[in-house]
């Protein structure tokens, strides 16, 4: 799943996607206006060889969040103050229409990292809280509400960046606890979500030293294959944090930590920044496949989970008009949650 730079669907990119890439991200670097940016999820759509993966950061608030003439919506961490489900669906469905009407079919939220570090740079303002089962309660109404209103929503960032204090766009945060803490507290609102059918989960670019002293949890066989996706039975895609951020950059290159990841049980990689890194990250994948690295039928599962995630993102039906973008209804809502908060 690949980002690039520019304002204009680069034919590098154009090429990946009619040889079948399966996912592209969308920045705010990308777009000047909401009507550019649906002239580039359609020139991405029309590139594509199948259906496509078009995900985009839209948490609310104001760090991961899409500006005017979008709805500013509350951040995480003031739903979360407030407590009520059914307004964090209402919010959700509200920003999956949005979404739909620029032709973006996935939102890189619901985050269920737990706020239990109060100066967490990862957690701050985008948390819903410290409070597992409170996190758990607001993600699975969240994820419900993007679903309802026709986009795919993902789980982030597994297994929880717990009292982390390090971001990992810049270097590797370490999570120095047990498994028995990371079930009690972190793990509760992943398994909340993928219980209610989330389908898509995130991985953390975080060391778990006492868990895997080996790898971040985003390259760990145990973490990913063991944990996830046979203990917690999760059946959806697995998509790997950006391999360019600064935890696992510093570390690995992008062939390596592409290949790892694969191994590892990751079904899709993201690669955002370094366009410089996506040829070899290819060519390292595309060797490993040919020397037989990779578990065939893993291989083959992991293709028919990402085949139906895109067949599932593209919703029947027409695509809400740009006019929804800030309407009334949404910034009546907005503000209503607001003065709840006063």
């Known amino acids: 799943m690949l980002g690039f730079e520019g304002q204009s669907l680069p034919s590098e990119l154009a090429e990946y996607l009619s040889q079948g890439l399966a996912g592209v991200v969308i920045y705010q670097r990308n777009f000047a206006s909401a009507s550019h940016l649906l002239e580039l999820t359609s020139a991405i759509r029309r590139a594509a060889a199948r259906p496509v993966l078009i995900g985009i950061d839209q948490e609310g608030g104001t760090r991961f969040a899409l500006k005017e003439p979008f709805t500013l919506w509350p951040s995480a961490t003031e739903l979360g103050r407030i407590g009520d489900a059914q307004l964090v669906e209402q919010v959700a469905h509200g920003i999956a229409l949005e979404l739909r009407a620029v032709g973006c079919n996935v939102n890189f939220a619901p985050m269920l990292d737990l706020h239990v570090n109060s100066e967490s740079p990862v957690t701050q303002n985008r948390s819903f809280g410290a409070d597992p089962y409170l996190v758990a309660r607001m993600g699975v109404a969240f994820d419900r509400g993007m679903r309802s209103g026709g986009v795919l929503s993902c789980a982030k960032h597994f297994p929880g960046h717990g009292d982390a204090a390090v971001d990992p766009h810049h270097d590797l945060p370490v999570f120095g606890e047990s498994m ?3 079930k009690s507290a972190e793990l509760v609102p ?5 219980t209610a059918g989330v389908p898509l989960v995130m ?9 895997d002293p080996d790898v971040p949890a985003s390259l ?3 973490l990913l294959y063991e944990v996830l996706r046979r203990r917690m ?3 959806g895609v697995i998509l790997a944090d950006d391999l360019g951020m ?3 950059a ?12 694969l191994s590892a049980g990751t079904d899709m990689a993201m690669l955002c920044h370094d366009w410089s890194a996506v040829a ?3 060519a390292a994948v595309r060797n490993a496949k040919r020397e037989d690295r990779f578990d065939e039928d893993e291989w083959r599962l992991s293709l028919d989970r990402i085949g139906r995630a895109c067949s599932n993102a593209e919703v029947s039906g027409p695509r809400p008009s740009l006019d929804i973008l800030g309407r009334d209804e949404h910034q009546r809502l907005a503000r209503e949650i607001r003065a709840r908060l006063r």
């Open 280 to 282: 070899p990250a290819i």
């Open 190 to 194: 992943f398994v909340a979500a993928i």
């Open 203 to 211: 991985t953390a670019h975080i060391m778990l030293p006492r868990i």
């Open 250 to 261: 510093k570390r690995y290159d992008p062939g390596e930590s592409a290949v790892r990841t």
């Open 246 to 248: 600064g935890a696992i």
């Open 220 to 222: 760990s066989r145990f």
């Open 180 to 182: 028995e803490r990371l």
């Open 233 to 235: 039975q999760f059946a």
